[in-house]
């Protein structure tokens, strides 16, 4: 509990419009309860033997001043200049690097700095300094698109963290060709006078090709495509376990009416819901359930650590590159219609208004009833059922009680959203782009998302 209030406390004194106060008042600026006031207290002396924060003369509450050398992550800018984010916060953020005054540091590299001005190149930007040495380098290979100039070859880099070409030495051992996507390796990195070289460690194909560019950003970002030996036989062994135990230690939800509102293009189903009302009290019950991931993940296991590394999927045009196993993330931890699955289930009350009026949750086993696209959703909540069904993804009939639980769902969602906007609920209208591609992937069209209210509804029941 302490290193979360540290955390919170060192990011609060970092704020802009922070001024050096005192403890007590420090406390209220940050809302901390009377319960949590211990754990406050044990952060403060804490990050004050550590060296993270100043308590001053004055009593004042501060963060330290910048040291003469400091170690942290260069980040570079196009325009030849950069920044350094300290590991450790100090009071004058960030510090400027000059063009020139970078060495042969790239985008991501541990750095140490000699900080030779520490009251800010300009007016409110921070401190400045050189770069002494890469302590470690953030990446070795890049993806760039080969091209020749004159007798030589050189790689424009993909992405922000090399912004000069790179002279690559061997594209003929590759048979690399000019307009290629490829991988390198860097020899020699760039210094302020000369481009870095490099050499091919794989060629992609030809530039521009859907499944090449794709390829291209996926090595560009360094994200992880396959699982290791020991994670695959732990979501192996995690499903036979799930399909060979029983439910008896949760809540048993299979016949409750459960489903679920997604894109007509989802593979993992993570949410579903039900909704209630009793006319007598006046009050909607909400059931918001997730997919139990945390019952297939132990800590520390290698599903674990992987899933840390990752920090999340990543979609992609036309390509998902998962936090999990395909066995886990598209199987047993994805709420398809028809099938058993374990989940976290919370459960809120509401009254006539919109407010909370009491909440509970559960470890439960659930079974969806039918799974929804968000335009046939909202088409049925409007009475048309045949424009549903041009937007069906699984077929089969409409139930009754689904078209009476989507329009309880839709009555809810609209009392939650007047309620928020009575309280002040800042919207932010950023519609999201669909794209629509050929059958070789190409991008032919681009067009606003739709704009049903269903997905107003599945975002005013999970936040």
Not at 284 to 309: C, R, Y
Request: aromatic share 8%; charged share 30%; proline share 4%.
């Amino acid at each position: 509990m302490p290193l979360r209030f540290q955390n919170r406390i060192i990011d609060h004194l970092s704020h802009d419009g922070y001024r050096p106060t005192h403890l007590r008042a420090l406390a209220r600026e940050m809302r901390i309860s009377h319960d949590d006031k211990p754990a406050f207290d044990e952060a403060i002396h804490t990050a004050t033997e550590n060296g993270s924060i100043l308590i001053g003369n004055d009593e004042c509450i501060r963060l330290p001043a910048l040291p003469d050398e400091i170690e942290g992550t260069y980040r570079s800018n196009k325009r030849g200049f950069g920044f350094v984010k300290p590991l450790q916060k100090f009071r004058e953020g960030d510090v400027y690097i000059a063009s020139g005054s970078q060495g042969d540091a790239v985008s991501g590299d541990q750095v140490r700095v000699a900080v030779s001005q520490k009251k800010g190149w300009k007016k409110g930007l921070g401190s400045s300094g050189k770069i002494l040495e890469v302590l470690t380098r953030g990446r070795a290979e890049y993806v760039g698109t080969l091209f020749k100039r004159g007798k030589g070859w050189l790689a424009q880099p993909d992405g922000r963290e090399l912004h000069d070409p790179i002279i690559i030495r061997d594209a003929t051992s590759k048979n690399a060709k000019a307009g290629d996507k490829v991988v390198f390796e860097m020899l020699h990195y760039p210094e302020k006078d000369y481009y870095g070289e490099g050499v091919i460690t794989s060629v992609l194909g030809d530039a521009g090709r859907p499944d090449v560019e794709t390829q291209a950003v996926i090595l560009a970002f360094g994200l992880h495509q396959e699982f290791d030996e020991e994670s695959k036989i732990e979501a192996r062994n995690a499903t036979k376990h799930f399909e060979e135990t029983g439910d008896d230690d949760r809540e048993d939800l299979t016949k409750t009416f459960i489903f679920t509102i997604d894109p007509p293009d989802a593979k993992d189903f993570d949410d579903a819901i039900n909704i209630s009302y009793d006319s007598d009290k006046q009050e909607w019950e909400l059931g918001v359930h997730i997919a139990d991931v945390a019952s297939f993940v132990t800590i520390d296991s290698a599903l674990d650590k992987g899933a840390i590394e990752r920090g999340n999927s990543v979609y992609l045009p036309r390509h998902v590159v998962p936090m999990l196993p395909e066995v886990l993330s598209n199987g047993v931890c994805s709420l398809q219609e028809g099938v058993r699955r374990w989940a976290k289930s919370a459960f809120i009350r509401f009254d006539k208004k919109g407010r909370v009026v009491g909440q509970r949750f559960s470890n439960s086993v659930i079974c969806s009833e039918k799974r929804l696209t968000y335009i046939e959703a909202q088409a049925l909540i409007d009475g048309d059922e045949k424009e549903a069904r041009k937007n069906t993804v699984t077929g089969g009939e409409y139930s009754t009680q689904l078209l009476e639980t989507l329009a309880l769902a839709d009555r809810l969602a609209k009392t939650l959203l007047a309620r928020r906007r009575r309280d002040g609920m800042i919207e932010l209208q950023l519609p999201e782009v669909v794209l629509e591609f050929d059958e070789d992937g190409h991008v032919i069209d681009a067009h606003p998302e739709d704009s049903a209210f269903t997905h107003r509804i599945i975002e005013m029941f999970m936040v």
